[in-house]
């Protein structure tokens, strides 16, 4: 998988705030039930917050009682990376950003139908970009 967007760790600092940066770029998580993304259920896509990538759609957006944004699917295959992730002893499922390497955050194969996947991604790393009602 070749990352279109690549940027020097000092240039990704310069741009993100200090927030989003140690998530996104240190593997960060966001402690559960703060995120600003949580209870967002209007129509819309969820974008990469480092690169802008749409990684996620409201229509996949379910309620995990996890604490964090959680979603049965990304928007498209190749979007989402996923990668094994064996920090904090124990064996997980990392997702991170296709196109600029970004952490995202976990997903767990305890989710609900149709895919039985739960891709539970920290508010910090997405931007939520609502669907123009047309008139
Ligand atoms: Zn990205």
Known sequence: MVQEVRKSEEQWRAELPADRYHVLREKGTEPAFTGTLLDVHDPGLFRCAGCGAELFRSDDKFESGSGWPSFTRAVTEGVVVETEDRSHSMIRTEITCAR????????FPDGPAPTGQRYCV??????????ELKA
Do not use: A, K, Q, T
Not at 122 to 131: D, G, H, K, R, V
């Open 122 to 131: 920290n508010s910090l790393s997405l931007e939520f970009e609502p669907f």
């Open 100 to 107: 600029c390497g970004g952490h995202l955050g976990h997903v």
